[in-house]
């Protein structure tokens, strides 16, 4: 008999960009945010374009995706004091209605919520904590100062990587996915691919 505490992890992963936040991404609006707060220099937008110049070779994720120069140098604080406004402003009026209804009906039969994205770790965390998930695996940003480097640590959770990125965070625990939502599994059983996944008709 399994003792209680032990039995494995039922989850509901949440992707956010595009899914949760309806046809925009975290990213696009904080970039519109910062813009309009006049945040964001120049000289960061041409640091960005010669990063993906020279990393053109290395295919559109890394000269592409993965670039973040434009946040280069600002303090991670200041950031963090301006996230209520952002949220009220750009992220609430945005997130999609029915998304909020599943992750509802979902915690209240168990499981444990989970969001998912490539977005930037700070304004992932803050949603996780706004709408009481569980936890958040998002793109870490590296911090040197208490600054922005405008560079991603680890894992980046886009496509596959959000798989390697899930499986690490549930590193050492026991999950269900044969009883999870949000993706589809494999045999192994592991997850799978993200970007593929849907709610079901019923729950």
Do not use: H
């Not at 949440?14 to 220099?41: A, S």
């Not at 695996?137 to 560079?151: A, C, H, P, Q, Y």
């Not at 499986?167 to 269900?176: A, H, I, N, P, S």
């Amino acid at each position: 008999m399994t003792k209680e505490g032990t039995l494995p992890l039922r989850i509901a992963v949440f992707d956010v960009d595009r899914t949760l936040l309806v046809r925009t991404t975290g990213e696009m609006q904080l970039i519109k945010f910062l813009c309009k707060k006049r945040m964001l220099p120049l000289s960061n937008f041409l640091r960005g374009f010669f990063i993906t110049i020279k990393k053109l070779p290395f295919g559109f994720k890394e000269a592409v995706l993965k670039n973040k120069a434009y946040l280069y140098g600002l303090k991670a604080d200041k950031l963090k004091e301006l996230l209520p406004e952002f949220f009220k402003n750009y992220i609430y009026p945005r997130l999609s209605l029915e998304s909020l209804k599943w992750m509802k009906r979902l915690r209240a039969k168990g499981y444990k919520i989970i969001l998912i994205s490539s977005t930037l770790d700070f304004i992932l965390n803050y949603l996780a904590e706004q709408l009481d998930a569980d936890g958040a695996v998002g793109s870490k940003m590296e911090l040197i100062d208490g600054k922005f480097t405008g560079r991603i640590l680890g894992i980046y959770p886009f496509y596959e990587g959000k798989v390697q990125a899930l499986e690490k965070y549930f590193k050492g625990k026991k999950v269900d996915y044969a009883n999870s939502y949000g993706c589809l599994l494999y045999t192994s059983p592991s997850p799978r691919d993200l970007s593929t996944s849907r709610m079901p008709s019923s729950a």
